[in-house]
Every structure is written in structure tokens, then in C-alpha cells.
């Protein structure tokens, strides 16, 4: 019987599905994010406070992601990754449908359920499906088309607003269901792929991955302060409209989709340990500057930066697949998402209960101060990580039969 795989046409190979798989749930999570503000206070009525019981319930799935790997005793990852887009598609197409504190609540954990697997699975699975020597430049790549993907949306989302005055609704509606289009399509564009080495089932710390633990840890409550507080603080404090609020996340990804390319390169030429020093010492900066900043331009343009520097994430990723055994990539990824929504699920709600509204400043203070952290942990990564040689300081002999 000829073998159905030499029929496939060239774009039909694992780099491309992984850059169709990373760009399907940014285009309507993007809208989701770029609504969010502006969609809870004007609509939603929501204070600091309801949004940050709403981020921290959005949060969980994530807390929740190690039980990804349970699921995979039931299915491959291809297909649980393009059930968890449907999902994700879902709960963003019905937000708009349900205006209410608890409509909102309920609408934002389901299609974070969605989500969180979606990003668990991709990590994975590019780990799992790219060469060493290639992964870095591939998940630029990939980063690069999830920043495409956004400034479509956001410049639909600009247009139907500025142009048409679409309503929440169906502005939801029409980015979910974009996603879902893309997830039928993924499924029956692409044959199924087998990555390098199979799989643990099961879940799997180990000790010799804490540095990695570490930085997953300090990189999900760093993230808060951006998708949570930064946002919140153009829209209260400045008085950011939606149109404004969507012009500024298009500007972000276009910066992102020129820059994640040749960060992926820079990687692979200077070592995760040097690009992540300079992430953290950048983050710093930032923090420290949206503590004190009153220009709303500034604002605007710390923003940006800001989010550039999720791009630089990368270098977390490629240091774990450098030390890791390969058949830990699927299950390490799933408890990496849950060890990186510790403090996402706590941050938003003590944030906003109580630092916020004291003053925005502490919040941000705060956040310099994890970036600091961070920067403390970068400099125990080895200029060339692998397996047995996977920190600096505080080294754990790798046991020759277990890993």
C-alpha cells in the first residue's frame, strides 16, 4: 500500500501546522483582550474590583493545565489541541451574549479553558516536533504569526468600530467563530503527526528542571501586571477608548511580528542565558517607569515595550527542551503552565483588592521587584544548558535510568 504521506502537498509539514495552530487562537483571543476593559466598565459596570476576580477566575484553567496530559491517555495531541481552539473559539463568540457580572465570569473560564490547553499543547508540541538547532528561529516564526493574526483582528476590530459602530456582541461573535473556522481547518488540512519520542502520561517534576520551575513561576506573575494592570491603567487613568485601546494592541503586534523572527536567531547565536538577563533588566525599566508615569503618550509607548518583550519567552522554551529528556516534553510542558498560574490566580485578586486601589503605583513597584527576581534567576542559567548541565549553582546529577 503507497504511503498516503508522499501525497501531501509541501506546506502540508509539521513547521506549518504549528504556524496555523499559533495563529488560530490569537485572532479571537486578541479582540477578547482588546475588549475587555472597555467591555466590563462600559457594559459590565465592573470595578478594580470585579476585574480582578474576573483575571484571577480566568487564571485558573491555567492553574488547572497539568491535567492536559491526562487527557492525552484518551487522545493524541494534535486533536486535543484543535478541540481546545473550538473551546477557546466558543466562550469568545457567546461573551458578548451575556452581559453580566456572572455571564461574564462564566463566558471568560470557559474560553480560558480552551485557551490554556490551546497554549500548553502548541509549547509542547513544538518541542516535541522541531530539531534543537531550529526550534528557536521556528518559534519566532510562530510568535511571528500569532502577531499577524492580531493585526488582523485588530484591524477588523478597528474598522467594524470606527467604521460600522458593530456592537460588543457580535464583534465577539465574529472573532470566535473565525477561530473555530481555523481549528476544521487545521484538523482537515493536515494528516497526523508523530513527534521524536513518545510521551509520558503522567505527571512528572523533576528536580533537575527547578531553574526552569523557577522562571515559569516569576514569568506568570510577571505576566499579571501587563495583561491584568497595564491595560486597566490606560483605560481608568487615561481614559483610553476601545478604537484607542485596539490602534495600540495593532501597534504592539506589528512590532512583535518584525521582531520575533530575528530574536529566535538571536537565541541560537548568543544563548538563552544573555537574552533572558536582558528581558528581565528591560522589565525593570518598564515597571518601574508605568509606577510614575502621567503622560498618556509615555503610557502608550511603555506599553509597546512592554509587550515586546513577551517575544523574548522564547528563551525559556528553548532552554527547557536543551535539559529535558524527550519524553518528558509533554507532560513538563502541562505542569510548566500550571507552575506559571501559581501566582496568576492570586496576583489579580490581592492586586486589585488591595494594592490597586491604594494606589496604582504599588502595583507596578511590585512588579519591578519580580522582575528583579527574575533577573537573580536568570544568571544561573548555563551559557550551554543540557542535561546534566542545567544550572549555574545548585546542580542535581541526572540519574542515568530515570532521565
Known amino acids: 500500500m503507497p504511503d498516503p504521506s508522499k501525497r501531501l502537498k509541501n506546506w502540508q509539514n509539521p513547521e506549518m501546522c504549528l504556524i496555523l495552530i499559533a495563529a488560530a487562537g490569537p485572532f479571537s483571543f486578541a479582540i477578547w483582550m482588546a475588549l475587555l476593559n472597555n467591555f ?78 490551546y497554549e500548553t499543547l502548541q509549547m509542547s508540541l513544538s ?77 512528572i517534576l523533576r528536580k533537575r528542571y527547578w531553574l ?50 530575528a530574536l529566535g536567531s538571536y537565541i541560537t547565536r548568543f544563548g538563552e542565558r544573555k537574552i533572558l538577563i ?15 508615569v502621567e503622560s498618556a503618550a509615555i503610557a502608550a509607548v511603555l506599553y509597546v515595550v512592554d509587550h515586546i518583550f513577551f517575544s523574548f519567552a522564547i528563551a525559556q522554551k528553548s532552554y527547557l527542551q536543551k535539559i529535558a529528556d524527550g519524553k518528558d516534553i509533554a507532560a513538563t510542558s502541562s505542569v510548566s503552565f500550571s507552575i506559571n498560574h501559581i501566582a496568576a490566580v492570586i496576583i489579580p485578586w490581592v492586586f486589585g483588592a488591595f494594592l490597586w486601589i491604594q494606589s496604582p503605583s504599588y502595583v507596578f513597584i511590585a512588579g519591578a521587584g519580580m522582575a528583579f527576581i527574575s533577573l537573580i534567576l536568570s544568571f544561573n542559567v548555563p551559557r550551554r544548558p543540557e542535561p546534566g548541565n542545567e544550572v549555574v549553582v545548585g546542580r542535581i546529577a541526572v540519574p542515568a535510568a530515570a532521565e
Open 127 to 203: 518541542l516535541q516536533w522541531l530539531p534543537k538547532e531550529r526550534a528557536p528561529r521556528v518559534m519566532g516564526w510562530q510568535l511571528s504569526a500569532k502577531s499577524v493574526a492580531a493585526i488582523i483582528a485588530y484591524g477588523l476590530l478597528w474598522l467594524m468600530l470606527e467604521g460600522f459602530g458593530v456592537a460588543f456582541a457580535w464583534l465577539y461573535a465574529v472573532a470566535g467563530l473565525v477561530t473555530i473556522a481555523l481549528a476544521v481547518f487545521i484538523w482537515l488540512a493536515f494528516p497526523r503527526i508523530d513527534g521524536h519520542e513518545p510521551q509520558h502520561k503522567t505527571m
Open 40 to 117: 466590563s466598565i462600559e457594559v459590565a459596570n465592573f470595578t478594580g474590583r470585579e476585574i480582578g476576580i474576573l483575571q484571577s477566575l480566568r487564571e485558573i484553567p491555567g492553574f488547572l493545565a497539568f491535567t492536559a496530559v491526562f487527557l492525552l491517555l484518551l487522545m493524541r495531541e494534535q486533536v486535543l489541541v484543535v478541540l481546545s481552539l473550538i473551546l477557546l473559539g466558543f466562550g469568545v463568540t457567546i461573551t458578548g451574549f451575556l452581559p453580566t457580572e456572572y455571564g461574564l465570569y462564566f463566558t471568560t473560564v470557559l474560553m480560558s479553558i480552551g485557551f490554556h490547553y
Open 278 to 292: 536582558i528581558e528581565y533588566v528591560g522589565l525593570i525599566g518598564v515597571f518601574g517607569s508605568y509606577a510614575f
Open 212 to 261: 526552569y520551575y523557577a522562571l515559569t513561576f516569576m514569568g506568570g506573575a510577571r505576566r499579571q501586571i501587563f495583561v491584568v494592570f497595564a491595560g486597566f491603567l490606560l483605560v481608568e487613568k487615561f481614559g483610553f477608548s476601545a478604537s484607542t485601546v485596539a490602534a495600540l494592541y495593532l501597534a504592539n503586534h506589528v512590532v512583535t511580528s518584525l521582531v520575533s523572527p
